[in-house]
């Protein structure tokens, strides 16, 4: 089993930034595919962006050019690093975990979640 917990998310005014950490617990998440979506009010859950064991990237288009995704394997934390945000970035930020060699850009795809944690950006 794997335990992830989000950390970092707060109210923001629009073009400020914000960095979110994930814990990963359980288990050594440096072989699994890292991912984080998001949740607006009423509003699906949405692919933000993941970061493969090599290192490898992939973003939505969304936060393309804005976020950054990073991992620290010894630490078994993933960081988000969000630039440049916008009132439309507020949502509920979860980490997510997937073993497979695949680019899992849908929430099924994903075993583990973390609880989420909330980011608000005001104008």
Same mark, same amino acid.
């Given at each position: ?5 989000? =950390? ?21 998440? $440096? $072989? *699994? ?10 509003? &699906?859950? &949405? ?5 493969? +064991?090599?290192? $490898?990237?992939?973003?939505? /288009? =969304?936060?393309?050019?804005?976020? %950054?995704?990073?991992? /620290? ?5 993933? *960081? ?7 009132? &439309? /970035? %507020? #949502?509920? *930020? ?6 497979? %060699?695949? +680019? ?6 994903? #075993? *583990? +979640? ?7 950006? $005001?104008?």
């Amino acid at each position: 089993q794997v335990q992830l917990v989000e =950390s970092g998310g707060r109210m923001v005014q629009a073009g400020g930034s914000l960095r979110l950490s994930c814990a990963a617990s359980g288990r050594t998440v $440096s $072989s *699994y595919v890292m991912g984080w979506f998001r949740q607006a009010p009423g509003k &699906e859950r &949405e692919f933000v962006e993941l970061i493969k +064991w090599s290192g $490898s990237t992939y973003y939505g /288009d =969304s936060v393309k050019g804005r976020f %950054t995704i990073s991992r /620290d394997n010894a630490k078994n934390t993933v *960081y988000l690093q969000m630039n440049s945000l916008k009132p &439309e /970035d %507020t #949502a509920v *930020y979860y980490c997510a975990a997937a073993r497979t %060699t695949g +680019w899992p850009t849908v929430p099924v795809e994903y #075993a *583990y +979640w973390g609880q989420g944690t909330q980011v608000t950006v $005001s104008s």
